[in-house]
Structure formats: C-alpha cells, structure tokens
C-alpha cells in the first residue's frame, strides 16, 4: 500500500505546526523551572533543529488527540442540521432513495458520512475542495491547545517579571496574554466550526448534484476489482 495515499502533507503539517507552537510555549514554561539551566545550555545545531522537529510532530499528534475529546461536543452539536438552507427536503429525498430506509428519519453524522464517500468515490472533482476544508478545520482544531499552552507561558513570565519588579510591564503582560490568547482561541474555534459546516455544504450539494443528474445509478457505477 502506498502510504502517501493515506497519509498526506497536510496531514503532517497538520500535526507539525501545532506541535511547533506546543513545544515553544512548553520550552518558555520549563524555563520558569529549576531545569532552566540545562534547557539554556543545550546546543543549538542542526542535530537540534531536526530533534525538535521530531519532538514537535510527536506534541503535535499528542494535543491532536486532547483537541479531538475536549471539542467532540461542539463539532457534533448540530450533527442533526442540514446547512443547505434551502434544499433539506431534496436532501433527505434523495438519500432514502439511495440507501433506503424511513420516510421520516432524524439526520445524523452517519448520513453525512454516507453521503461524503458517495461523493469522493464518484465526484473525484469535488475532493479538493471538501478535503481543503477538512484540512483547515483539523489544524485549527489541533491549535487550541497549543494556545493554551502560550496563554499559561505568558502568564508564567508576566508573573516573574512581576515578582522582579517590574510591577506594570508584569500585569501588562499577564493581561495581553489572557485577553489575546483568549481572542484567538474563540477565532479559531469559530473558524473551526465554519469550515466544518462548509465542508458538510459542500457535500451535501455536491451528493445532491450527482443524485440529481443521475450519477449514483447503478449502471454508472464502476465494476468491482476481484481481491
């Protein structure tokens, strides 16, 4: 199997940048630690540079995996709505006629994901733009908790300055840290959900179009290869 068909640049850069941004702030947290010493003589080298890479990618899929539990809720709670304003009832037609089932039934995940493999199996045209949406939402996501990891290292040097000192530039750095990590964390979860539900419009009449102009019937369908 060619793992390139499974596993993308973006997938990778994906996991690599937030893991880049996770390793920063958890680099200036140890700092603020007994081990600040060792962590300031270590040696910068290109030896270095490609470990910290490593390291990066490795936080990157691990905060990966906290965005996906901390935010399945708010990516699922509107699994039931179907944002082709417009079109719900020629969607919910057209995917009874394809899989069968109820007159009445109650949109979930699973229907979406139903109709996205329709549309990726026979609407390849389309990949791109669904794919580039899910991309953009899945990095956004892994970022989160990479800017709390900068919000608390913020914080954490504004208090050591405070405590040197240097009252004002502290406070003012404690509170710039708070107020506009807090401001892109909202960003991005907002964004997060826009491409998400862009990625399920897109979809939806992209399933729609190729019901509509009969590419899902049986005769179109490609033959099956023997395994």
């Excluded at 993308?8 to 996770?22: I, M, Q, R």
């Amino acid at each position: 199997m060619d793992i390139s068909s499974r596993f993308s640049l973006t997938d990778f850069l994906a996991y690599l940048f937030p893991g880049v941004f996770a390793a920063t702030g958890l680099y200036f947290l140890l700092l603020l630690t007994p081990l600040r010493t060792a962590m300031t003589n270590f040696p910068t080298d290109l030896n270095t540079g490609v470990l910290f890479l490593v390291f990066s990618f490795i936080i990157g899929v691990l905060v990966a995996g906290i965005a996906e539990i901390f935010t399945h809720r708010l990516r699922h709670k509107d699994d039931d709505r179907l944002p082709l304003i417009g079109f719900e009832k020629d969607v919910r037609r057209a995917f009874k006629d394809m899989f069968g089932g109820k007159e009445d039934f109650e949109w979930t995940r699973t229907h979406f994901y139903l109709c996205r493999s329709m549309v990726i199996q026979y609407m390849p045209n389309e990949l791109q733009t669904i794919q580039r949406q899910s991309s953009l939402r899945q990095l956004r996501m892994n970022m989160l908790p990479s800017i709390v990891i900068l919000i608390f290292a913020g914080i954490g040097w504004g208090w050591q300055v405070y405590n040197n000192g240097t009252t004002l530039w502290g406070i003012v750095l404690i509170v710039t840290s708070i107020v506009l990590g807090a401001t892109m964390f909202m960003t991005i979860v907002n964004r997060m959900q826009n491409n998400d539900e862009r990625e399920i419009r897109e979809t939806l009449a992209a399933f729609l179009i190729g019901y509509k102009t009969g590419l899902f019937k049986k005769e179109n369908y490609p033959p099956q290869k023997n395994r």
